[in-house]
């Protein structure tokens, strides 16, 4: 008896050896934990002095400036920065009515300086203007912008585009039925200007079954904002193929992912070609219009419709907030308290859906105003939400103070 414990105890003794041994060798092989991603800061314009500017932005901390001519883009280079380009979409001129969008009424608008997305004179324009700036020497990459259809932030009839013959030809070739889109984004327009059901519905809205049952009731509401997301995430693509074909890196300024289904922007659909994300989170834009700046994108619909003020104001702006999902980051119900400036939280509720949408390996740079007086609390909630870096846009000359807090 004695002589089988004795070997059993042996046997376990032996046993533990191994493993210890194992997993020390196991330690040993392991790798050392890769070392904390350092933040990349960018910033959007350089200034009339260049040279002088550049080398100051390197010493603050900076690792890339975006727009410029060949000068800049030298300077840049020679303080050991990264120059980009940035480029535009659908623009053109308001006496171009061959091209503009059209609203839901049949009338044309012009939003953001912009026209149909359709356009095929204004897509075969903007694609020319990339394989220019593709072709630019010490260019890193280029930021695509206003690849889009219009927001809310543009008034109501410019985001109840686009129903020009343009687009119509293009939903026929991409299999949407146009017939379907016009009848019930009309049907939105009547709901949102006569009120009734609405009012009625309003606590039903809040909730993302309630939304649900009100896109099941208006297809062509889900079909519009489809042909939206299809079409600009073709003009994307095409876009893609001539920067890296260049050889060059493509970026994106980008609505949030919460306004973003709206324009017919989708996280999804780029991130299999898209090299860096940089969403645009102004929380406290001054000046309207404020395109893409979440102030007046939540606000300027209900501000133009007269809510501000009414006993329904609470209400509607709770409705927003609900369907954006920033109901817990932005707690006033008041359309000048938005208008004004959302928290600093918000800035962080966005980067974190941004961050979820994007697989690991795609850069999140989002884009802040650089004129915040709260910028160390906005910073924080970029760089502390899944962020790898900061932009800020546009350069001012005070811009060393104003983002310096950035780089506490």
Request: aromatic residues 8%; proline residues 6%; negative net charge.
């Amino acid at each position: 008896m004695k002589d089988v414990n004795r070997r059993r105890f042996l046997q376990t003794a032996a046993a533990a050896g191994m493993i210890a041994g194992a997993a020390a060798n196991a330690q040993e092989a392991a790798p050392a934990a890769a070392p904390a991603k350092r933040r990349k800061y960018w910033i959007y314009g350089c200034g009339d002095q260049p040279e002088e500017t550049a080398k100051a932005m390197r010493g603050q901390g900076f690792d890339v400036v975006v727009g410029g001519d060949a000068k800049t883009v030298a300077a840049v280079r020679a303080a050991g920065m990264e120059a980009w380009q940035c480029g535009g979409a659908f623009g053109t001129a308001e006496t171009d009515t061959e091209n503009l969008a059209v609203d839901i009424e049949g009338k044309p608008q012009v939003w953001f300086g912009s026209g149909s997305p359709n356009s095929p004179a204004i897509r075969a324009r903007n694609l020319e203007s990339y394989r220019a700036m593709a072709a630019m020497e010490g260019v890193t990459g280029v930021l695509v912008d206003g690849c889009r259809f219009a927001s809310p932030g543009s008034g109501l009839m410019p985001f109840l585009t686009d129903f020009s013959t343009h687009s119509e030809k293009r939903a026929a070739e991409l299999g949407f039925d146009f017939a379907l889109m016009k009848r019930d984004v009309g049907a939105l327009l009547a709901l949102v200007q006569g009120g009734g059901d609405a009012k009625r519905l309003r606590p039903w809205l809040e909730s993302p079954a309630g939304a649900l049952e009100a896109l099941t009731g208006l297809p062509g509401l889900l079909e519009w904002l489809r042909f939206r997301r299809a079409c600009a995430t073709a003009h994307f693509r095409d876009i893609s193929e001539i920067l890296h074909g260049a050889g060059k890196q493509m970026g994106v300024y980008i609505f949030t992912p919460s306004l973003a289904p709206l324009v017919g922007q989708s996280y999804a659909d780029l991130a299999p070609f898209v090299d860096v994300f940089a969403p645009m989170i102004y929380r406290n834009y001054p000046d309207k219009p404020g395109i893409a700046c979440l102030n007046w994108e939540l606000a300027c619909l209900p501000d133009e419709l007269g809510v501000a003020g009414t006993p329904d104001e609470a209400a509607v702006m709770r409705l927003v907030l609900a369907f954006t999902g920033l109901d817990r980051a932005v707690t006033s119900r008041r359309v000048r308290h938005i208008l004004t400036a959302v928290p600093p939280e918000a800035v962080g509720h966005e980067t974190a859906m941004a961050r979820a949408q994007l697989p690991p390996d795609k850069e999140l740079a989002p884009i802040v105003y650089i004129d915040d007086p709260q910028m160390a609390e906005t910073a924080d909630q970029v760089l502390t939400h899944g962020a790898d870096g900061i932009a800020f846009f546009l350069y001012k000359e005070e811009w060393k103070r104003m983002t310096a807090p950035a780089f506490g």
